[in-house]
Structure formats: structure tokens, C-alpha cells
């Protein structure tokens, strides 16, 4: 289905949606909806029933009680059962920190994480590289065919369809992959070790966990939602392939993936 381009317009909602899931951005600042608009191109959505995100200055209303907060820089997010509030955002960049942080509450209930990892596309499979900043997520972007990258920084895994799948983000990294509004089978998810030479390695859940939590987005130490959070992880382990995968920052790494 063609979304029709969307213009700015302060009077009503830009839409999007990233990891199937809608949200309805309300942004007064003609710049920031500007930059917004250049950033999130690729999920702009044409639902009107998403979350609605209404960016305030740094003080507001509290029409009613608050179900999750964030402080990130001096912007905020509050989270209540009906809308959100960004509060005292001034760049795009805050304006995406605060959305990560957003997605990572609402996809909790949803069989739903952010991973730091890299996903590339290959015969219509989602192949996860995970790893925390310098493990190479980049390197694998870079070391892949042109148009196959999902995205590069931080990937969005879900069970929706009956299966795991991975879905394209706009939250790219030095890569600049700007995603795909897409979302593929999940093939196996690879946790990365630079490495003298490219070989895949099998591994104990316990390693799996140790290796996949570090990199998992999360930003409560609230205890139900941590426990909530682990049991998707795990569910996600029991169905899906995992593997650590030593590379030698070269295009061969394929090579050991698929064999």
C-alpha cells in the first residue's frame, strides 16, 4: 500500500510506524517536525489509531498519573495510559533517544525488544548481528550487499505471524543505514567476536544470555517489567538459532554464516 507524502503541519499528527507498531507525533516546532519528517521518511504510516506523542515545552499538565518516565538530557518523556509526552526536546536527536526509550516500554507487552545489533537481509531471512559499541555491527553493514542491510545500529525483534521476526528501525548507526520499514523470518542471531578467522561457534543458553542481555535496550529497573523482559528473551532463545561468530572484519565472514 503507497502512504501518501505527508506535509508538515503543526494542526495535526505526523504518522509512523516502526516495528508495526503506530504512533501519532505531535510536533509544534516547524523545524524539529521538518527534521522529523527527513529522519522518519521511510515509516511514515497512514494509521490513525497509534499512540499519540505530543512534544511540550520542559513543564506540563498532569491530566493523569503517569505510568512510566524518562530524564535524558534535559528532555523528558512521560508515559501515560492514553498519550506521551516528549518535554523540552531541541534537536532531532533527543527527539529519537526519546523514541527508542518510548518503543522499548511498548513493545514489552507486545513479545518485543530493541537489540544493539546490526540486521542483514539475505534470501529473504533476517540475519541479527549483536554487539555493544566497537563489536563491529558497522564493519558487517559495510561488509554487506548493497540493499540487504535492515539496519545497522539497533535492531527490533518480535513474535508476530506466529514466528520471530526482525524489523528495520530509523535508528542507524555509523553505518547511517537509515532502515528499512520492513521485517523478515529471523534466520539465527549472532553475537560478534573480532577474531584472527571466521568461524561460527555453538553455545550454552547461559552463554547466549550473557552475550544477548548487555545488549538489549531497556531503561527501568522497575522488577516486573525486568522480569517481563527476561521471559520474552527467553522465549525468543527456545525458538530461535544462536550462535557467537568470530570475524575477521572481511566479507568472507558470510562464508562461516551460511555454510
Known amino acids: 500500500m503507497l502512504v501518501p507524502i505527508w506535509k508538515p503541519d503543526s494542526e495535526r499528527p505526523f504518522r509512523i510506524s516502526i516495528g508495526s507498531i503506530p504512533f501519532s507525533l505531535f510536533i509544534p516546532q516547524e523545524v524539529l517536525l521538518r527534521q522529523a519528517l527527513t529522519r522518519y521518511r521511510e ?101 554487506s550487499p548493497a540493499g540487504s542491510v535492515l539496519t545497522d545500529e539497533i535492531s527490533l525483534l518480535r513474535f508476530t505471524d506466529g514466528r520471530w521476526q526482525a524489523h528495520g528501525t530509523p535508528f542507524w548507526g555509523e553505518f547511517r543505514a537509515r532502515g528499512r520499514n520492513q521485517h523478515y523470518p529471523l534466520a539465527g542471531v549472532y553475537s560478534l567476536v573480532q577474531a584472527p578467522e571466521d568461524r561460527v561457534q555453538s553455545i550454552s543458553k547461559k552463554e547466549i544470555l550473557r552475550a544477548l542481555l548487555p545488549c538489549v535496550l531497556f531503561f527501568t529497573g522497575e522488577k516486573r517489567a525486568n522480569e517481563a523482559l527476561l521471559h520474552t528473551v527467553l522465549e525468543m532463545i527456545e525458538q530461535v538459532p544462536f550462535w557467537r561468530l568470530h570475524f575477521r572484519r572481511d566479507a568472507r565472514f558470510w562464508e562461516a554464516v551460511t555454510s
Open 43 to 143: 515509516f511514515t504510516a497512514d494509521s490513525d489509531t497509534g499512540l499519540p506523542i505530543f512534544l511540550r515545552p520542559g513543564s506540563g499538565t498532569e491530566p493523569e498519573s503517569e505510568t512510566f518516565s524518562y530524564d535524558l538530557d534535559g528532555a523528558s518523556l512521560v508515559l501515560r495510559r492514553s498519550a506521551a509526552e516528549f518535554r523540552g526536546v531541541q534537536h532531532e536527536y533527543a527527539l529519537d533517544s526519546l523514541l527508542r526509550i518510548l518503543l522499548t516500554v511498548v513493545l514489552l507487552p507486545k513479545r518485543g525488544f530493541l537489540l544493539h545489533a546490526a540486521t542483514v537481509v539475505r534470501d529473504g531471512l533476517a540475519y541479527v548481528f549483536a554487539g555493544r559499541s566497537g563489536a563491529g555491527k558497522s564493519t558487517v553493514a559495510s561488509l
